[in-house]
């Protein structure tokens, strides 16, 4: 029996009367990539920040390599390998596509904790081994010629990718996706499949929110389809589609791409 990266158990959050995530179980394995569908308002985005102590559980316990990691502050999650990437892009204008994957390099040093965009001076050593990973991470997801440009200045969908490498610069164990595809055109979409893809073969583990059906079907080992907080699925892309529960939830649309 392989032993779960990551281990959710009877997950739920409570919004004032509104249960966002209603007892969620289910395991991520190392390597693998993993997509959480339903629609809007089912409780994908809460679940991620759940995982991320963005947001503290009502209930429940989530696990990372064995270890109870539930309310964890967010920086403790980040450092065991857990990172992720937001509905919204979250891009600093203002600063060049290397320094935007900097922020996502942080460390304990001496001189206290260090994020990458900031606080130079302080940790120079830190920042040439930031820029370094910076530019590696940039190489993943074939960005590494636009090193030196104004984030604001590139496209949105390589905007996307500036997250992705952000997301990976630490080289975490687990990389959560919040609606990765949102607002890519198809040719960025292929794109983003297979850097994914790239990256999995490198030995990371992808925790997925996606609307995209092609990609989901295309990309994913499991499916965990959640509606109003409820898993009421988990399968292969093959068993989702004929899913009887979860063709009534979607009414027969989008669940099954078209050719
Ligand atoms: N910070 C919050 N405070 C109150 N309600 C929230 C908060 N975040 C999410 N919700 C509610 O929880 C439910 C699930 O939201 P969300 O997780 O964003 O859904 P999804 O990502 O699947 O669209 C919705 O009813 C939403 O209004
Ligand atoms: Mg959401």
């Not at 029996?1 to 509104?18: A, D």
């Not at 089912?42 to 064995?66: C, D």
């Not at 964890?72 to 596509?97: P, S």
């Not at 983003?192 to 995209?212: A, N, P, Q, S, W």
Request: charged fraction near 25%; glycine fraction near 8%.
């Amino acid at each position: 029996m392989r032993t779960p990266l990551l281990e959710i158990s009877n997950l739920t959050k409570q919004f004032g009367g509104v249960t966002a995530v209603n007892k969620v179980n289910f395991n991520v394995f190392p390597n693998e990539i993993i997509a959480v569908i339903g629609p809007n308002g089912a409780g994908k985005t809460t679940l991620i920040n759940m995982i991320t102590s963005i947001v503290q559980t009502s209930q429940g316990e989530i696990k990372f390599s064995g270890e109870s990691i539930t309310g964890r502050k967010t920086h403790e999650v980040a450092k065991r390998g857990i990172t992720r990437t937001f509905q919204n892009l979250q891009i600093f204008n203002d600063m060049t596509v290397v320094e935007n994957v900097m922020v996502g390099f942080h460390t304990r040093t001496k001189s206290g904790f260090f994020s990458g965009g900031f606080g130079f001076s302080s940790a120079r050593k830190d920042n040439k081994i930031a820029y370094e990973k910076a530019i590696e991470a940039l190489g993943l997801v074939g960005l590494k010629d636009r090193k030196d440009e104004l984030a604001m200045n590139l496209p949105y969908g390589l905007q996307r990718l500036v997250e992705i490498a952000r997301s990976i610069v630490m080289e975490p164990n687990l990389v959560l996706l919040d609606e990765p595809m949102a607002g890519l055109n198809q040719k960025e979409s292929i794109e983003l499949v297979r850097i994914i893809l790239r990256l999995r073969k490198r030995g990371y583990t992808f925790l997925f929110v996606e609307h995209d059906m092609e990609m989901v079907m295309g990309i994913s080992d499991r499916i965990i389809v959640i509606e109003n907080g409820v898993k009421i699925a988990e399968g292969t892309p093959e068993e989702i589609q004929r899913d009887p529960v979860v063709i009534a939830a979607y009414l027969g649309e989008e669940i099954i791409p078209h050719a």
